[in-house]
């Protein structure tokens, strides 16, 4: 059974699959988990929802590291489709 965002947003999951893979090259060993949340994650995703997604590190995050993801972002927003120009809800926390 094919979910409703998968129909909607056939791209969803290449962009997601794109962008995870550009934050674990970015972080390295640093990277811990990626991890979607918000609407997507509780099955309210629709029309008007953006990506929201968790990235759990190792570490607090270096300038080099956020510069690096900042560049991620840019290249998965420049895909030109409505899933990675939404992509914008994003959060980074180091582990305990």
Sequence with gaps: MRSMHSEVYPE?????QRFIAGV????????LGAYLVGSLAKGGFDLD???DFLILTNAELSDV???SLQTTHVDIHA?????????ERCGFAESD
């Design 12 to 16: 969803l999951a290449s962009v997601l």
């Design 24 to 31: 674990q090259n970015e972080l390295g060993s640093n990277f």
């Design 49 to 51: 929802s953006v990506v």
């Design 65 to 67: 590291e956020v510069r």
């Design 79 to 87: 895909l030109g489709c409505y899933p990675a120009e939404d992509l």
